[in-house]
């Protein structure tokens, strides 16, 4: 049973409101090597159905054939400070995505550690702890 589950099973409608904002959040944010397999890579190239561009992390749902992969980006911040807005991807663009995949069976899900949208050179990539993206030529 974890953390969350133990604490806060019949006292999360005892709590306030913003208490409980709080610790959910913390208790939802994870270590990346806990989630995602940090030894293997895997590469996908589909097309984006949806960007969510939210704190903590960004995420992309991607359709892949006919499986929806859910691809987590750095934090928000970082992406915001190396020039990524809200409307950097839509939905329609096609990409090719290499990450660390999900530790689900099915994994379905990867750690972005490299996009490419090559329609117009996009480049998403995150190296070692930080985020790198090349714009497209105007």
């Not at 490299?114 to 998403?124: E, I, P, S, T, V």
């Not at 190296?127 to 497209?136: A, D, I, L, N, T």
Request: glycine content about 8%; charged content about 20%.
């Amino acid at each position: 049973m974890n953390w969350v589950a133990r604490n806060l099973c019949g006292k999360i409608s005892h709590m306030n409101p913003g208490v409980l904002s709080l610790t959910l959040a913390l208790a939802m944010h994870h270590s990346i090597a806990g989630v995602y397999d940090n030894g293997r890579e895997v590469t996908i190239e589909g097309v984006v159905a949806e960007y969510h561009f939210v704190n903590p992390h960004p995420f992309i749902v991607v359709n892949v054939n006919s499986e929806r992969w859910t691809l987590e980006l750095d934090n928000l911040s970082e992406l915001v400070e190396v020039g990524m807005t809200k409307d950097t991807l839509k939905a329609g663009d096609r990409v090719v995505v290499r990450g660390s995949p999900a530790r689900t069976k099915p994994p379905l899900g990867l750690y972005v550690r490299k996009l490419d949208r090559a329609a117009d050179g996009f480049r998403y990539e995150q190296v070692g702890r930080s985020p790198r993206v090349q714009f497209p030529s105007k």
